[in-house]
């Protein structure tokens, strides 16, 4: 097999993985993953110890011991063409031998749960509430330069979204794992959870632009497909979910409600639920 090149495989002079500048021995198999950097730290003082902290750009990473387990909590910024680097770096870290250039003969599965925030969609979705994506479901265009399988429900969402958002593009769903949703998540409101390319238009807001649609909020509010509605939305999920599909990784997104967009209404302390999200997950892992 012939080695990965130079110019596709990109490694710093100490061997390791070009954006997130980890070597292999410095991730756990369990892998919090989080968009703003500063909340690195909120999840690790948990720990009962840190071996590793590594920050480059706005990967930041933090490896340690929590009740006896090693885990490692790394921030992604924000987008999903952040997602496709961090996903891709991480996989190489476990699967290609970063010494030869080749991937490995048998594959390694990682277990990653982003711990995110997010808009509600729905009227009956209450502020401060812990939502779990089953579905993740991407407007952004990521998933045009893949591969992705679609089930047939999967590609049908897709198709009736383009539709109904008149979209130059099909947009994409996935699911999460159900084995990672049963272990962190079964007492979370479960959803479908739209990713978006931007903060502003591509989710409905309004200050000096407008966005191009604008029925497009109530479009998204009233999207249904064989009871297939639309909860909240971000800017992450999809991307994890359709890259560790594609990557034979496990993933699990976890939406602190922090806003919703149908009451105008904002959390009061949003850093308490993302608080009580954190405690949440980390008491499961």
Do not use: W
Request: aromatic share 8%; with cysteine.
């Amino acid at each position: 097999m012939q080695p990965i090149p130079s110019s596709e495989l990109i490694l710093s002079p100490n061997g390791s993985i070009y954006h997130l500048h980890l070597l292999p021995e410095q991730i756990a198999d369990t892998i919090l993953t989080v968009g703003d950097p500063n909340r690195v730290e909120m999840v690790s003082r948990y720990f009962d110890k840190i071996e590793l902290r590594i920050q480059k750009r706005e990967f930041v990473t933090h490896t340690g011991l929590l009740n006896g387990k090693r885990v490692t909590v790394i921030s992604s910024g924000m987008g999903t063409d952040n997602i496709e680097i961090l996903m891709t770096e991480l996989d190489a870290l476990v699967n290609i031998d970063l010494k030869t250039r080749t991937p490995k003969p048998s594959t390694r599965s990682l277990s990653i749960i982003r711990l995110g925030t997010s808009g509600a969609l729905q009227q009956d979705i209450p502020l401060d509430s812990l939502l779990v994506s089953e579905y993740g479901i991407g407007l952004d265009t990521l998933m045009c330069f893949y591969n992705l399988p679609q089930t047939e429900n999967e590609a049908a969402i897709g198709q009736k979204l383009q539709q109904n958002l008149e979209l130059p593009f099909t947009p994409y769903a996935v699911a999460c794992d159900t084995n990672l949703k049963n272990q962190f998540a079964f007492d979370m409101l479960p959803g479908n959870t739209l990713t978006c390319p931007g903060f502003y238009a591509p989710q409905g807001r309004k200050l000096r632009l407008s966005p191009k649609n604008s029925e497009y909020i109530e479009k998204l509010v009233n999207f249904n497909h064989n009871n297939f509605k639309l909860t909240n939305f971000e800017m992450e999920t999809s991307g994890y979910y359709a890259m560790a599909k594609l990557l034979g990784h496990k993933i699990l997104s976890i939406n602190a409600i922090i806003a919703s967009r149908i009451n105008h209404q904002f959390s009061a302390n949003p850093q308490k639920v993302i608080e009580r999200m954190i405690e949440t997950v980390l008491e499961r892992v």
